[in-house]
């Protein structure tokens, strides 16, 4: 690996070129030839100098001696990955301006200069699009084609407030000084989502160009559940609201308003009477609920002290007031307020001589509060932790 970082740093001191393109290579010795050679075609006579860098990804079939015929440079990867591959050509490329596509073929390497030229006229990154371009019939599974990639990518729009119609096009272009902002990190498949989360979290500008989608040489590497299923866990991940927050605070509201209808007594509702088995459920509600949005608040602390995320408006009001004697005296209060309903049973279970008590109303709210306060304690403490290290 020190090897490896010492030859990309003495390239960087080499003469600049004007656009690396950069092909991650997994076993693709019939394409990736022919992906060279028409990238190099596309800057002949343009004023622009070029290099194109082939990552050979562990291939076992000779592609990285076909792509260094066709006059790429050709560098290894040997941790196997789509993110590896491309982490690793960008490390070793000297262009100002990149450009990434696979090596199948299945991009038109002779129209890279369309990505090209609105980073001159100062885009930060460009993203073609497949699905409001042309995809070549083969080019594309049904399923990817009109449930797989649609999901993943509305999803990406809807958690992450972004208009990209086609977050998973393998063909994009990005500044050098903006691939440095996003700082990258997953080497997995989930590197295309990664891409657009951090460039939308920088505030980049990010332009989409319709493109044509041609079928592939050769055999696919995506695994469809498996891969579709990385790109979904990084945007929970990335993303925590969805997966804490919001049912979270679905759970609390629900359970809450549940405890406070039957804690007196059966509530009549819907021509039924109900009574304490949904006053249990209401409590098991209640606490789950408030677990998910204290691990919400843990999540996006971690991430904030991991450069991971920015703090959305209410982390940041509420990290800057924090303080952890503020969050234990809510909890011991809880508790408290827990221990008294309690105490109360006790109290009068000896006032009728130890005998049979049905009150299991005031147990479940008492022991409900004191569940709350005990976890507002613990958790006080561990957000604490995250932000010492965080300041």
């Known amino acids: 690996m020190h090897e490896m970082e010492r030859t990309d740093a003495q390239r960087q001191t080499e003469q600049e070129v004007d656009v690396s393109i950069i092909l991650p290579c997994l076993n693709e010795v019939d394409a990736v030839g022919i992906c060279v050679g028409k990238a190099l075609r596309a800057f002949e006579g343009q004023g622009l100098s070029c290099e194109v860098v082939v990552v050979d990804n562990a291939s076992s079939d000779g592609s990285a001696d076909a792509a260094a015929r066709a006059g790429a440079h050709v560098v290894h990867e040997a941790c196997r990955g789509y993110g590896a591959a491309c982490r690793r050509g960008f490390s070793a490329a000297r262009g100002r301006y990149f450009v990434m596509g696979d090596a199948d073929d ?13 980073l001159t006229r100062g885009a930060d990154m460009v993203m073609g699009t497949r699905l409001k371009g042309d995809i070549i019939p083969g080019a594309m599974p049904w399923m990817h084609r009109w449930i797989g990639n649609p999901i993943l990518s509305g999803m990406l729009r809807l958690m992450f407030k972004t208009s990209v119609s086609d977050a998973h096009c393998g063909l994009r272009s990005i500044t050098r000084d903006a691939y440095r902002r996003i700082n990258l990190r997953t080497e997995g498949m989930e590197f295309a989502s990664e891409m657009v989360v951090n460039a939308l979290r920088e505030g980049l500008h990010i332009e989409e160009i319709p493109i044509a989608y ?85 999540a996006k602390t971690f991430s904030m002290g991991a450069g991971l995320a920015k703090p959305g408006r209410w982390l940041s009001v509420l990290t800057s007031g924090f303080r952890l004697e503020r969050g234990l005296i809510i909890g011991v209060l809880f508790v408290l307020i827990g221990a008294a309903i ?10 009728v001589g130890y005998g049979e008590l049905m009150e299991i109303r005031a147990v479940v709210v008492g022991m409900t509060a004191m569940v709350l306060g005990a976890q507002t304690i613990f958790a006080s403490f561990l957000v604490s932790l995250m932000l010492i290290q965080r300041r």
């Open 342 to 351: 309690e105490g109360a049973v006790i109290v009068e279970w000896i006032r």
């Open 106 to 118: 299945s991009y038109d390497f002779t129209a890279v200069l369309r990505f090209v030229e609105p």
């Open 214 to 298: 041609h079928p592939r040489i050769g055999v696919s590497k995506l695994s469809g559940l498996r891969d579709a299923w990385r790109h979904v866990r990084f945007m929970l991940i990335y993303s925590p609201s969805y997966l804490f927050q919001l049912p979270g605070l679905c759970l609390v509201l629900f359970g809450g308003l549940i405890i406070s209808l039957l804690a007196r007594g059966p509530f009549e509702a819907f021509g039924h009477a109900w009574d304490m088995h949904v006053l249990l459920f209401g409590a098991l509600a209640l606490i789950l609920g408030y677990n998910l949005v204290l691990f919400d608040v843990l």
